[in-house]
């Protein structure tokens, strides 16, 4: 089979879309397919990238829409559809709702072969997130129209999360755009099958240490409710708490820093920037707690991760993060309420000092919880697949 991946990001970009995208071709390469990625340069020379991965990366122009920072413009020249052409593909998977997608599913209409969406992205948040986009601006309705372009020549719709499914399709395309495609719930997977906490290990490591330490993972903006995890710190500090919190990924790091001062916790704060794989494993299985308040993750493969190395995710309810979270056994769900986390970090402390033991009892008890490696789920993708090329 023959697939084409549309997205707006792809590596060496880092972020969870780009993490999805890789682990998804490393898959349909072991399993024999052709894979091909079409995506924006994202205004960087990716070449030398480029040429060291197993299957062709095609790139196409980008720039920065002011109103717009967080997702660029492609800009669709003919020489990448010619190149899609050339490719030939049996399908078309794209992986954003923006114009890369569009632009997949416009090339699939022409090819006349099934074009597919995963939507992942909250666009009600992002609204809200971007004034110049807000309902009482006119450009609201053009950020609204966009994912209403293609979805109704597309042939199926995948959704991370049952929350990304109720709000864009159901609300947005079934009721505003009459869009009948039909709805299916694909979660996202994990790459590896090793456990990766050593309970002897971190027993060794947190021992002597009377402190509870926190891990943040990912892109370090505004989206990802950063300000709210500072103010849980000064809350901590507050009750006397004593803690650390480490932000791993690159981002905003000045614009925090000086957050982080002024609320008098620079001092617990540290940001290490961008880390690779076995660097990140090392800081999920040595960190306490996962501190994760983003409503804007619809099934954030760091929460995946920290759970797969033994350190449960705090999180907010009724967020795509949160339906993975079973309280008591791999993290906890709470309000969102900056006391209550602080309550609740405050509590793990009390049961670090007290009984570690019993601690890293719990914290064994996170890591065996199942989650769906990603060769499973390429198997769903490549079967609906299948499915759909068969109708055409």
């Not at 002011?66 to 413009?73: G, I």
């Not at 008591?328 to 969102?336: C, H, T, V, Y």
Request: aromatic content about 10%; some cysteine; glycine content about 4%.
């Amino acid at each position: 089979m023959r697939i084409a991946l549309c997205t707006d990001v792809f590596a060496p970009h880092v972020g969870g879309t780009e993490s999805v995208m890789l682990a998804l071709c490393e898959e349909y390469m072991n399993k024999g397919h052709t894979v091909a990625v079409f995506t924006q340069d994202r205004m960087c020379d990716n070449s030398e990238y480029d040429r060291k991965q197993k299957y062709p990366i095609y790139r196409t122009k980008s720039h920065k829409i002011p109103l717009y920072p967080m997702c660029p413009h492609p800009k669709t020249d003919r020489n990448i559809k010619k190149l899609m052409v050339e490719f030939c593909p049996d399908v078309v998977h794209s992986h954003t709702p923006f114009e890369m997608g569009r632009w997949g599913a416009h090339m699939a209409k022409l090819l006349h072969i099934p074009s597919v969406l995963t939507t992942h992205t909250y666009l009600r948040f992002i609204n809200n997130q971007n004034a110049p986009f807000s309902a009482k601006n006119p450009l609201h309705r053009v950020l609204s129209y966009i994912p209403s372009i293609y979805p109704k020549h597309t042939a199926a719709l995948y959704t991370v999360n049952t929350g990304v499914s109720e709000y864009v399709i159901q609300k947005e395309l079934r009721d505003v755009y009459r869009v009948s495609s039909p709805v299916i719930l694909i979660k996202n997977g994990y790459k590896s099958k090793k456990l990766l906490f050593d309970p002897t290990h971190y027993y060794k490591q947190n021992y002597d240490k009377a402190v509870i330490s926190l891990l943040y993972a990912g892109r370090i903006v505004d989206e990802k409710n950063i300000v709210f995890s500072l103010r849980v710190c000064k809350k901590l500090k507050e009750m006397n708490v004593p803690f650390t919190f480490t932000l791993a990924g690159d981002g905003q790091i000045p614009y925090f820093e000086t957050k982080a001062k002024e609320l008098g916790i620079e001092n617990n704060v540290k940001f290490v920037g961008l880390k690779t794989s076995d660097e990140l494993n090392y800081l999920y299985s040595s960190s306490d707690v996962f501190l994760f308040p983003s409503i804007f993750d619809c099934d954030s493969i760091a929460c995946i991760e920290s759970r797969y190395c033994g350190c449960p995710t705090l999180c907010i309810k009724n967020t795509g993060t949160s339906e993975r979270v079973i309280d008591e056994q791999n993290g906890w769900a709470l309000d969102d309420d900056i006391d209550a986390f602080a309550e609740k970090i405050s509590q793990l402390y009390g049961l670090k000092t007290d009984s570690l033991p019993s601690f890293i009892k719990m914290r064994e008890m996170v890591q065996a919880c199942h989650i769906p490696s990603w060769s499973e789920i390429a198997d769903k993708y490549i079967n609906l697949y299948s499915q759909l090329i068969s109708q055409v």
